[in-house]
């Protein structure tokens, strides 16, 4: 039986992951700088070759992807063992598709930016039913409540483009805006749908200035700087609810996919934990650098997010 080590364990994504692993009766083990089963620091070759093993299924949730490096990629092509990952860094998730040939030769699995991004995106593209999509969208409200850290907050900072986008949803969303941020989709997205020329990815704090403020390099220098008393507030006034929409735009039509529902942010864990059940019950065929659109299986995709009580809206 393969090892499940979830890498960033201690984090709140990767603790989210090993939850719903455990409830599908999967024992994984935690990995971490600090704590849990195995003392690793993505970044530290010695660690890491130190403590996985060939045959390992590693779950990559050790954030911010922005500051990573190959080493793990490394690692994996001379021990031998699998990678999901949830990489919302374009220069990271760039980084494993240059190493694509070196990977197949390994015979190990990677899926990289398993998560909302860009997995999700995938899906939502092939089953919207637009004809040669041009433009996707993603529209995030974080339930940054609970889901901000000090990982998921230098995430966002060190990917952020700056620019205000407003979108123009259906009732009951309607006008919503937001700000721009660099989108792992523009990296993974147009190797499978060759007539997309733009991935977008804005994040709406729905926190009162606070994506005015987010603007200002100036200001974002100061919420780095005082960080924990950042995340204080963020926690007492965050949204508890997040939101995941997306629009879809080709030369002659235009549609909306709305997430909605108490426990949205399950879906940036939810594409992994599928995957390596696929894989830990022998039902995923695929290896070498793994396209977003293989990630899942739609239909139980779809299902374990309707288990999760969250709705998808099609219109």
């Keep these: 039986m393969k090892r499940v080590v979830v890498l960033g364990g201690s984090g709140f994504f990767g603790g989210l992951i090993a939850e719903q692993l455990r409830a599908a009766g999967v024992t994984p083990l935690l990995a971490s700088r600090s704590r849990g089963d195995l003392r690793v620091d993505a970044n530290n070759p010695a660690d890491l070759r130190a403590n996985l093993k060939t045959r390992d299924l590693v779950i990559d949730a050790a954030g911010p992807f922005q500051n990573r490096t ?3 990629i490394e690692a994996a092509r001379t021990v031998g063992f699998d ?9 990271y998730t760039s980084m494993i598709y240059e190493n694509e040939v070196p990977i197949g030769a390994a015979g190990i699995r990677v899926l990289t930016a398993c998560s909302a991004l860009s997995t999700v995106s995938a899906l939502i593209l092939a089953m919207s039913g637009v004809e040669e999509p041009r433009r996707l969208t993603a529209y995030l409200v974080p339930a940054s409540r609970y889901t901000a850290s000090r990982g998921t907050t230098e995430s966002m900072l060190g990917s952020f483009i700056g620019e205000q986008r407003s979108i ?5 969303l309607g006008r ?6 660099k989108s792992v989709d523009a990296v993974t997205l147009p190797r499978k749908f060759w007539f997309l020329r733009t991935a977008e990815f804005v994040i709406d704090t729905q926190i009162p200035l606070m994506n005015t403020m ?4 100036l200001l974002r220098r100061l919420a780095t700087t005082y960080e924990k008393n950042a995340l204080d507030l963020i926690h007492r006034v ?4 997040g939101l995941l929409a997306y629009e879809i735009v080709s030369t002659n039509a235009r549609k909306f996919a709305i997430f909605t529902g108490g426990k949205t942010h399950l879906i940036a864990v939810l594409p992994a934990v599928q995957a390596a059940l696929a894989i830990m019950g022998g039902r995923f065929a695929h290896r070498g650098v793994v396209p977003p659109t293989d990630h899942v299986v739609q239909a139980e995709f779809l299902e374990a997010v309707k288990r999760e009580g969250i709705t998808l809206t099609v219109s």
């Design 214 to 217: 987010l603007r200002s390099p």
């Design 168 to 172: 123009d949803f259906p009732q009951p």
């Design 83 to 91: 990678i999901i990952d949830l990489s919302d860094s374009p220069d």
């Design 70 to 72: 190959p080493a793990l």
């Design 238 to 241: 965050g949204p508890a609810e």
């Design 176 to 181: 919503r805006s937001g700000i721009t941020v």
